[in-house]
């Protein structure tokens, strides 16, 4: 069973950084799309960002030119790294990997990491 294990979150003052982590247990075939979401309280779970396999990548406007995604295929790993934090940006943050074949489609979620920003 593949597990996804996040890292890096935390307390933040305002405009501050934070740089999450997430690493797949092992590889995994057929990874198209690696991305980052996030959920705070009483919200629906939200996209913040995107990379594919070719290396492309998307961002929620909410923090475009704050946040950076990258990945390291090699380690199985990708990260976010948050710029410029906003209290607004606090939430639990799940790493998601997405896996296609000509059969399915199949999601692997982290198990979420905190990020907490205080004004």
């Known amino acids: 069973q593949v597990q996804l294990v996040e890292s890096g979150g935390g307390l933040v003052q305002a405009g501050g950084s934070l740089r999450l982590s997430c690493a797949a247990s092992r590889s995994i075939f057929g990874i198209n799309s690696m991305g980052w979401y996030r959920q705070a309280p009483g919200k629906q779970r939200e996209l913040v960002a995107t990379?594919?396999?070719?290396?492309?990548?998307d961002y929620a406007d909410s923090v475009k030119g704050r946040f950076t995604i990258s990945r390291d295929s090699a380690k199985n790993t990708i990260f976010l790294q948050m710029s410029s934090l906003k209290p607004e940006d606090t939430a639990v943050y799940y790493c998601?990997?997405?896996?296609?074949?000509?059969?399915?489609?199949?999601?692997?979620w982290g198990q979420g990491t905190q990020v907490t920003v205080s004004s």
């Open positions: 990379i594919t396999s070719g290396g492309s990548t």
């Open positions: 998601n990997f997405v896996q296609t074949s000509i059969w399915n489609t199949r999601d692997f």
